[in-house]
């Protein structure tokens, strides 16, 4: 069983739908949780971080954490063509012991928003 | 502001060649991670590199080594290379001790492909 879990998909939606993504991990260490989008041929864009349980808003895009069911989403509201790209949940341990600066990914979910 | 660059963009090798990738920090970050991302696959952790040491290593075989350099730049060598060494290879820079520690900002990534 992978550490992280992540559907992915690939999920196609209308221009302005709300998008939810979301992974599962195993590992009750995780306690730092990021969001990161890839365009295609690039290299990931951190575009959240979150410590611990609760949610963080930025804009369209709003972070979730759920601890205690070991569950993390990300909702992209009024989702725009520009939007498409593969989403990638990472998520590390406190900082400090064995797996320092190790973020662990999902599979990444494949997202096209159209016209 | 300089973000992480990795050179070269792209990269053929035949089997049993031995290939160096490289990377610059983004500016005022001191620590190096290196990433292998299969295609459709979220990127697998291979080290950590700071104060020109490796701090933490992922499940990669002995062929992977790095170094970083006094600069905080750094480069991954792969020895006795493999056909399914064929991946995006991904540099990410972080500040130990800064007040987001945990997050690690991504270059552009080296394409390899092994012939």
Redesign the interface.
């Known amino acids: 069983q992978k550490e992280v879990e992540q559907d992915p998909g690939p999920l196609s939606v209308p221009e302005g739908a709300i998008v939810s993504l979301n992974c599962t991990y195993s590992n009750s260490a995780f306690q730092y949780f990021m969001w990161y989008r890839q365009y295609s041929r690039k290299g990931p864009e951190l575009l959240m971080y979150t410590y611990s349980s609760g949610n963080k808003e930025d804009g369209r895009f709003t972070a979730q954490v759920d601890k205690s069911s070991k569950y993390i989403s990300l909702f992209i509201r009024d989702s725009q063509p520009s939007d498409s790209a593969t989403y990638l949940c990472a998520m590390v341990p406190n900082a400090g012991g064995t797996s320092y600066g190790k973020l662990t990914f999902g599979q990444g979910t494949i997202l096209t928003v159209h016209p | 502001d300089a973000g ?1 660059t ?1 050179s070269p963009t792209h990269l053929i090798k035949t089997r049993g060649q031995q290939v160096t990738l490289r990377c610059s920090p983004k500016s005022g970050h001191d ?1 190096v ?1 290196w ?1 292998q991302q299969a295609l ?6 291979i080290f ?1 590199y ?1 104060e020109e040491e490796e ?2 290593r ?1 499940n990669f075989p002995d062929r992977f080594s790095g170094h970083q350099f006094p600069n905080y730049s750094s480069e991954l060598n792969v020895n006795a290379l493999l056909l399914g060494d064929s991946a995006l290879y ?1 540099c ?1 820079s ?1 500040l130990t001790g800064g007040a ?10 080296t ?1 390899l492909l092994v012939l």
């Open positions: 992480v990795q620590t991670s990433y459709g696959q979220g990127p697998q952790f950590q700071y701090r933490q992922g991904l990410a972080s987001s520690q945990e997050t690690q900002y991504f270059g552009p990534g394409r």
